[in-house]
């Protein structure tokens, strides 16, 4: 009982002043809800990289060249002509390899393309029809690329959402279209469904055209950019990647793996490595907001010490009516603890309604984690017991002649 006539009290106290309390708490909320908005932030955005990643493919892995070897000197990755056509056949076809379920030989480079009076720079991607199945392209309308397509050289060109809306901004279906590349003449069958990729290799952002056309009449080269590999199952992901790497070494008769003129790069990998980057990112947010928190708390304290000082005369006939030290001590302890609990509920929800807008205006995945919201409270009743305790301990030991005494 004598605990809830404390908190009563200290309610009553801390109503009467409404304008230092409000100040008091300030500091709690902003920080409360800066650490809970920027927290969100970085898990949005790390959601939305994972989306993006995952989206490229399931049980992805990607074959790329590496540079041509040189004595000891090792060319960069992606600068090599070292996968050719032969070898994303040859794997396709090889029946001993039952990690993976499907390959995909890929020639890509960007190019100026036209289309009327409208042009952009956009990557053209060489792709055989398996493509979509491993990458996940969807069509909002037409056909993708066709075997058929492949074998006779089609001139035809799928278009990625991004694209289709450079190239043809008034046209709602430019099925039929024409667009122009490397002087070469291609008739659009297909647009693909946005994925909301961004930066570089966005695949909205790309043409999709067979990689015979790619390869013989855009580009003049015989050598693949990269191969995807689908693996069966997402626990045969490590299987996969050696069972691919030790049939390119033999296809290419090397011996040493150290010496191999290709990299196997898992999704996994890509995937882990990004949430990492993130998760330090998020981080280092959290911990930029809790230095507000920290901010937060010596106002709360200064604003106890100001109440201290105030309340003198209260404290000293208290003690002399037989109040004791650890009465004292509680009754101002409770106060700061239930100036930061209100701060911390506030916080909780300025942050979260801040969260929203953000990742809305930002089109990023809404994100919250649970933990976040405990960890804040948590901190808010820590804060409110650290900074609140030396105001508590002054009052209390002050002595009951002195206080009475106190103007």
Do not use: C
Not at 161 to 175: K, Q, R, S
């Amino acid at each position: 009982m004598e605990i809830l006539e404390l908190i009563t009290e200290a309610i009553g106290t801390l109503t009467r002043n409404k304008m230092r309390t409000s100040l008091a708490i300030l500091g709690i909320v902003i920080g409360i809800g800066s650490v809970i908005s920027l927290i969100s932030l970085g898990q949005s955005s790390q959601k939305s990289i994972e989306n993006q990643i995952q989206s490229l493919g399931a049980n992805l892995l990607t074959v790329i060249p590496s540079g041509q070897n040189s004595g000891a000197v090792r060319g960069a990755q992606g600068g090599g002509t070292t996968l050719t056509l032969t070898d994303a056949e040859a794997l396709m076809n090889d029946t001993s390899i039952t990690s993976i379920q499907s390959a995909s030989p890929e020639y890509s480079k960007r190019a100026q393309v036209t289309a009327g009076k409208n042009n952009t720079n956009t990557q053209i991607v060489g792709v055989y029809p398996q493509y979509a199945t491993i990458r996940k392209i969807a069509l909002t309308t037409g056909t993708f690329i066709t075997d058929r397509d492949v074998s006779a050289l089609s001139k035809v060109a799928v278009l990625g959402a991004t694209t289709a809306t450079d190239l043809f901004p008034t046209e709602t279906n430019p099925i039929g279209q024409s667009v122009r590349v490397n002087g070469q003449v291609l008739r659009v069958v297909g647009v693909a469904s946005p994925k909301g990729g961004t930066g570089f290799n966005n695949p909205d952002d790309a043409i999709y055209v067979p990689l015979s056309t790619a390869q013989k009449q855009l580009f003049g080269v015989d050598y693949l950019s990269t191969i995807a590999v689908e693996a069966t199952d997402a626990n045969k992901m490590t299987q996969a990647q050696n069972d691919i790497g030790y049939f390119l070494l033999a296809r290419h008769k090397l011996r040493d793996p150290s010496q191999a003129d290709f990299v196997i790069f898992s999704q996994n990998d890509i995937l882990n490595t990004a949430t990492q980057v993130t998760g330090t990112f998020t981080t280092l947010l959290g911990g930029i907001a809790a230095i507000s928190l920290v901010v937060g708390g010596i106002g709360i304290m200064n604003i106890m010490l100001v109440t201290v000082t105030e309340r003198t005369r209260e404290i000293g006939l208290r003690k002399a009516l037989g109040a004791t030290k650890s009465i004292i001590t509680l009754q101002f302890l409770i106060e700061a603890i239930l100036l930061t609990i209100i701060g911390g509920v506030v916080g909780i929800l300025l942050g979260i309604t801040v969260s929203y807008f953000l990742s809305r205006s930002m089109q990023l995945p809404f994100a919250i984690s649970i933990s976040s919201i405990v960890l804040a409270m948590s901190v808010s009743g820590g804060i409110g017991i650290l900074f609140g305790w030396y105001p508590a301990k002054k009052a209390a030991g002050l002595q009951p002649i002195d206080a009475l005494r106190y103007e």
